[in-house]
């Protein structure tokens, strides 16, 4: 059925030609509430109140408009929610003195959620540290710039979508980009995937083996190491040294690859004497510039491993 068929059996009540009308969307719009929200449960839960919505005002879809008729119910339930919950943050974005009873994390994206069909571009427009600057600006702001930079949409189309004019668009678009300048971190020449690939079986390796010299040889000399929900961080292959040695590297680990924000990814697991197993710990995204690691946020969170498909646990036996 063409896309005339289906919208006229989902307007005579047929859920499954809805469901198929909207199919090809959902993955796109999914990574759009998330890069609106920076909250994979957030995102799920806006991008089913939008598909309910859209069911229900069938009526006021114009045949040929799908993509950008579901994106202006997106973005808008988004900018409802944002204006009732408090921005996601990373550890290193806090402000001094922050109440940290009141801080609502950040969360990580798992790859397979764009799609089979994911494009680079698609990827890199979930990167950890793009989606954390985007939490800093305001809703229009974060609409306007995704909607326009991301998505493609016109300015025409973005004010449509947004019930304001070209020149409010774009005005917000500045400002938007000026504060997102000001905030991401500049980025580092490519590269190679050879490259990428043995320094990530030189990081998992020297963490199972406790090399802290090798971790720390990987960093940047501005690399920065933090853990939510915890908000401690660390600056600088020194810092991060110290505090390595003083915890973490105390303990025997097994790191397996993950597919994380288009960023380099691995879950962790932490030896448990009484289970004699490698148990969740948590989920650690990298983001690599050209000389090395220039971050690590790693994500202490029960049950994460289930939206990446990791296992709970190993059984094996320390250093195997």
Known sequence: MDQTALLAAARSGDADAFGRLVGGHRAE???????MLGSLHDAEDALQESLV???RGLSTFRAGTLRPWLFRIATNRCLTLIEQRARRELPADLGPGA?????AWLE???DRRL??????EQRESIGLAFVAALQHLSGPQRAALLLREVLG????????????TVAAVNSSLQRARAALAERRPAPGDPIPADKIKDLADRYASAWQAADVDTIVALLTDDATYSMPPLPEWYRGP????????????RHSWLFRPAHANGQLAF?????????????????????????????VVSFLTDGLHREFELPDEFAARPGL
């Open 108 to 110: 990580p994206y798992p």
């Open 53 to 55: 919505r859209a069911w």
């Open 238 to 249: 020194a810092a991060i040294r110290e505090f390595l040695l003083a915890g973490p590297l």
């Open 99 to 103: 109440p940290l009873t009141e801080v």
């Open 267 to 295: 879950g962790t697991y932490l030896w448990d004497e009484k289970r004699q197993a490698y148990v969740w710990a948590g989920l650690d995204v990298l983001r690599l510039d050209g000389t090395g690691i220039a971050e």
């Open 29 to 35: 719009l999914l990574a759009h509430c998330y890069r």
């Open 115 to 120: 799609g089979p069909a994911a494009t680079a």
């Open 153 to 164: 949409f016109s300015a025409a189309e973005v004010a449509a979508q947004l019930d304001t």
